[in-house]
C-alpha cells in the first residue's frame, strides 16, 4: 500500500513535469527566467564592434607598429596622438553602430600605416601587424658556421581561436651575403601548414604549435655576427587570404678572414633584442606581487651599447568584464619606477633585468602585454630606439558557492528514493569546466549529474534522485568536481542531512495506541505513523467502495420493488 501510494504521488510529478516543459518549449523557460521565444527568432552570433574592443585594436595595431619601424621620440609620439585621438572620439561617439565602428577603425589603421611608412627611420620588422599569426617565445636562436649545413626551425602559433588553413611560410631570400648567409640552392624553399589549431588561451599555445624546418647550407663568405630572418607568411581566414610577416634571426659563426677583412670597416646598426622572460611566481595571479625578469642580448658583434634606458609601459588594460580602462595599468612597479637602467652590454652580450610588480586585483584571467622601450647609444654616441614586447598571463583563482539542499523526504529506508537539489554558484572571476556531481556510493546508488560549463556569475542546477543502499548516520557525502582553465581538476565534498534506515516489511505488527510514546524513537516512530496512516486509507477507501455498492444494490431493489408494484395496480384496474 505505501509503495502505491508513493507511486501515485511520482505519477503525479512526472505530470506536472511534462507541463512544465511543455510550457518551457512554448515559452523559452530557460535559467535566466521566463522570455517569449518567436518562432522565426535567429540565434546566429553576430560580433560586435564594441568601444572596447575598438579601441583596443586600435592600441594593439598602434603598438605592433612601433615594433614594425623605428621613430624618433617626436614622431612616436605623433603615431600615438593619432591612436589616443581616435580612441576619444568613439568615446564621444557612443552612439555609433558596430558598422560604423568597425569603418572607422579601418580609416584609423590606414592612417597610422601611412604615418609610420613616411616618417619610420628604418622598417625592422620585429613583430607581425596580424592579429593572428606569429612565433612561440622562448625559442632557441639557431647557430650556423660557415661552410657547414644549419637546421633552422620556426614554431608557428595561432592568436586566435579560429582555425587558419593553407598557411605558406616563404623565407625571403637575398643574393647578398650580409642579408642572407646561405647558399641558395633551390627556386622555391616555401612550406605549407594544411591547417593551424586556434587557441583559446596561451596554455595551449606550445600544444597547437606547427613546425616547418628547413637546412640551409651556410656561406664560406659570411661574417660573424646575428643574421635578421624574415619570413613571408599567407594563410586562409574565413575563406579570405591575408599576408604577414614573421622575423627571427641566426647566429652565424663566420669565416676569420672575412671576419679580418671587416675589421675597421663600417659596423652594421647595433640592436637589443629580448630573448625570453620569466616570472616568480610562474604562475601569476590577480592582485599577486610577482618578479619579472627580462633576458635581454645585445646582437651586434663588434659594438658596445652604452647609456641603456629600459622603460617599461604596458600595451593597454581591462577591467573585470574585458572593457578597456583608460590610464590604468594591468602591472604596477613596486618602487613606483617602470624603468631600469644599465651602463653597457658588450659586443654578443647579454643580461637579466629584474623588476618587482603587482597584478591589479580586478584583472580578468588572459595574457596581458608588457611593452619594453629601450633607447640607447653606440660606440660613437649615435642614439637608438627599439621596442619589444612580452606576454604575461593572469590567472584568477576559482571561487564557488552551494546553496542549501533541499530533501524530499529527509529520512527513507532501504529501496527508497529520495529527491536531492540545490545550486552550485560560479562567484570567481574565471569559468568552471566540465562541473559534475557524484555521491557517496556506500549508502545509496545513483544520482550523477552533469553540470558543464559555468561562466563567471553562473549557476548550476542539481536535481536528481538517489536511491537508499545501506543505513547511515544521518549523512551522504556529495562530491562536486570542477575544471580551471588549465585542465585541472578540483573536487569539493557536500555533506547532505540523509538519514537511511534498514527496511523491513516483517515490522509491520499491531500497534498498540497505549505504547509510549516517548520510548519510540523518531525513524520507529515515523514508520509506524506513516503505516498505520497508509492503512487507515486503505480501510477508508474499501468502506467507501461497499458504501457505493450497498446503495447501488439498495437502489436496484426499490426500483425493481416499485415495477413490481406498479405492475400489480394495473392488473387489479384491469380486472
Known sequence: MRRKVRNLIMLTGTIAAMLLADLSGTYGIGGNGLGVVMADEDDADVFEYTIAYSKA???????????????????????????????????????MDSAERMSYVSQITSQM??????Y???????????????????WEIPTAVYGKSCQVVLPVINYCEEYLSEVVVTPQISVDSKVWPFEIEQTDYSRIILSLAGN???????????????????????????????????YDR???????????????????????DNEGGRTSTPRIIVTG??????????????????????????????????????????????????GVAPFLPTSGSSTIFQNSISPGGSLDLAIEMTARADLAQKPYVLNVNMNYEDDKANPYTQTANVSIPIYQESKYDISSVDLWPSSCGTGEE?????????????????????????????????????????TGNVDTMVTAIAPNDGTVTAYISYEDESGNVTTVEKEI????????????????????MDTMGDAELNEKSNTWIYIAAGIAAAVVVIIVIVIIVVKKKKKKKMLKELEDSSTDEIL
Open 120 to 138: 619610420g627611420m628604418e622598417e625592422v620588422p620585429r613583430a607581425s601587424t596580424s592579429e593572428y599569426i606569429g612565433l612561440y617565445s622562448n
Open 418 to 458: 529520495s529527491n536531492v537539489m540545490f545550486s552550485i554558484y560560479n562567484t570567481g572571476k574565471t569559468t568552471l569546466y566540465n562541473v559534475q556531481v557524484k555521491f557517496d556510493q556506500n549508502y545509496v546508488s545513483g544520482g550523477d549529474v552533469f553540470v558543464g560549463k559555468l561562466e563567471s556569475g553562473g
Open 57 to 95: 585594436k586600435l592600441d594593439n595595431y598602434c603598438s605592433n607598429l612601433k615594433t614594425i619601424y623605428i621613430f624618433t621620440v617626436e614622431n612616436a609620439a605623433k603615431l600615438s596622438a593619432i591612436c589616443n585621438d581616435a580612441k576619444r572620439f568613439l568615446d564621444a561617439n557612443p552612439g
Open 200 to 234: 583559446e588561451n596561451t596554455e595551449t599555445l606550445y600544444d597547437h604549435r606547427q613546425e616547418v624546418s628547413w637546412i640551409f647550407q651556410t656561406r664560406d663568405d659570411v661574417a660573424t655576427g646575428y643574421y635578421e630572418m624574415k619570413f613571408t607568411v599567407r
Open 113 to 118: 600605416e601611412q604615418f609610420a611608412a613616411k
Open 277 to 326: 622572460f620569466e616570472t616568480d611566481p610562474a604562475q601569476v595571479f590577480a592582485g599577486d606581487t610577482f618578479t619579472l625578469t627580462l633576458h635581454v642580448q645585445n646582437t651586434s658583434s663588434d659594438t658596445t651599447v652604452s647609456n641603456i634606458l629600459f622603460d617599461l609601459e604596458a600595451a593597454s588594460s581591462t577591467d573585470g568584464q574585458g572593457n578597456s580602462v583608460a
Open 497 to 516: 542531512d540523509l538519514f537511511i534506515y534498514e527496511m523491513s516489511y516483517e515490522d509491520f505488527g499491531e500497534w498498540d495506541p497505549g505504547m509510549d
Open 238 to 260: 574565413n575563406n579570405q587570404m591575408e599576408t604577414t610577416e614573421l622575423v627571427t634571426y641566426v647566429y652565424v659563426q663566420g669565416s676569420p678572414e672575412v671576419d679580418r
